[in-house]
């Protein structure tokens, strides 16, 4: 009986044994399926990690040229801003200047006015006086000629008289 007793024994651990080794290639097998799916998923994971870092990369220089850009409008933002400031400052004393002008030259022009209106003034008085001297003249032409003929007429007048007197 003891060797059927061994036998049977060590039939048990055999087949123990086997049952073991059947677990634990099992084990093995499962244990080198999760490793690969572990592997799969560093894998993976090495890779998602490339393209967000790629992405990031993309998204830093896009960054940095959107920055720029900005730097640039506004840039340009500020140097229109300071043409626009001095554009209305020189347009602003432009509009004062011919402001002053306008009142210049509308008060010259009321000056002109009245100039004008007193120098139509003078040359009516002065074709008034014209007149006067011309008829003046006329009148002392006449004078002067009536007096002449007077003169003649009283010459002729006393020799008359005397004519007829002598007569």
């Known amino acids: 009986m003891s060797f059927r007793q061994n036998n049977s024994n060590s039939s048990l651990r055999t087949s123990s044994l086997n049952s073991k080794s059947a677990r634990q290639s099992e084990k093995i097998t499962n ?39 900005l730097k640039c409008a506004q840039r340009t933002n500020r140097n229109l801003h300071q043409q626009l400031t001095d554009e209305r400052d020189i ?27 007193l120098e139509e003034e003078i040359k009516e008085k002065d074709e008034i006086i014209y007149n006067i001297c011309a008829k ?25 008289n005397f004519l007829s007197i002598c007569n």
């Open 31 to 69: 244990l080198e399926n999760i490793i690969e799916i572990l592997k799969q998923n560093n894998e993976n994971l090495k890779k998602s990690l490339d393209n967000k870092d790629v992405r990031i990369v993309n998204l830093v220089r896009e960054k940095e040229k959107l920055h720029e850009e």
């Open 136 to 160: 003046y003249l006329k009148m002392k032409s006449n004078k002067i000629t009536l007096q002449k003929k007077l003169i003649m007429l009283q010459e002729q007048s006393e020799k008359v």
């Open 91 to 117: 347009h602003f004393k432009e509009k004062e200047y011919l402001v002053d002008d306008i009142k210049r030259l509308s008060f010259a022009r009321r000056g002109d006015i009245i100039f004008k209106s």
